[in-house]
């Protein structure tokens, strides 16, 4: 099992995502700007995928660029959040741990009622 998975761009990130098994991944640090395809266009592939995981999965974005409107492209394509380069490494590490602790702690979606 690995701890980190790493893709060179949108196009594996979303193979990767959808091969695996639902849950498998905690959270995705995804780069805005990448090859082949883009963060924004990844993260909107991902959410797309019919997993029941997909929706609860925190993607957060990484990125130089650090005006309001990239926020705002960063949340309209599904993304949880934005931190901006060069990282934060303690920040990066409290969005994470914000992140998973809220997608395990709320309700799934067979228990509410």
Do not use: C
Not at 9 to 32: C, F, H, Q, T, W
Not at 33 to 42: D, L, S, T, V
Not at 77 to 95: E, Y
């Amino acid at each position: 099992m690995s701890i980190v998975d790493h893709v060179k761009n949108g196009k594996e990130a979303v193979r990767m995502v959808s091969k695996s098994v639902p849950y498998y991944y905690d959270a995705i640090l995804m780069d805005i700007r990448m090859p082949e395809m883009n963060g924004i266009e990844a993260t909107k592939e991902i959410r797309a995928l019919s997993r029941p995981d997909v929706a609860s999965l925190p993607i957060i974005a990484m990125s130089a660029d650090a005006f309001p409107e990239d926020d705002a492209a960063a949340i309209d394509a599904g993304m949880n959040t934005r931190i901006t380069k060069p990282i934060n490494t303690n920040l990066l590490f409290t969005i994470f741990a914000q992140a998973i602790t809220e997608r395990n702690t709320k309700p799934s979606e067979s228990t509410k009622t």
